[in-house]
């Protein structure tokens, strides 16, 4: 089914799907928006992956309050920090690594923009030393 998604919804292959179909699709995703999140807690990296690809089309696709609903979601659902780690502490020079690592952070920067609940607390994960 991810697979279904990635190819409707995903750069490059979203270009031959309809325009009505692809609204379909990104809105009965975000639907079940809850549901969807469970994927980026499966510990294969390729169903992780393909869950940040369809989530990148939502946020960048969808109407803006389909965005900032998934945006809410990443903070109550825990792939705010799940990502975030990613992005920040995976090693390996692994290509597999290194995408899902540019992926993650790529996310990140989508689930804070204009969501001050989600910078608030990139704030307090991130230390900083004040002299």
């Not at 998604?5 to 799907?17: D, H, I």
């Not at 990104?26 to 969807?36: D, K, P």
């Not at 990148?56 to 803006?64: D, G, M």
């Not at 920040?88 to 969501?115: C, F, M, P, Y």
Request: proline share 3%; with cysteine.
């Amino acid at each position: 089914m991810l697979d279904f998604l990635t190819y409707t919804v995903c750069y490059p292959y979203s270009e031959t799907t309809p325009g009505d179909i692809f609204d379909i699709v990104l809105e009965s995703v975000a639907e079940r928006g809850r549901a969807f999140y469970k994927l980026f807690l499966n510990p294969s990296m390729t169903i992780v992956k393909g869950a940040g690809l369809v989530m990148r089309a939502i946020i960048e696709e969808s109407t803006p309050d389909v965005s900032k609903f998934m945006q809410v979601l990443s903070l109550t659902e825990g792939a705010f920090l799940t990502h975030l780690q990613l992005a920040l502490l995976s090693s390996g020079k692994d290509l597999r690594v290194l995408t899902n690592k540019q992926l993650s952070g790529h996310l990140i920067a989508l689930w804070i923009a204009e969501n001050s609940a989600a910078m608030d607390l990139l704030k307090r994960c991130i230390v900083s030393e004040k002299h």
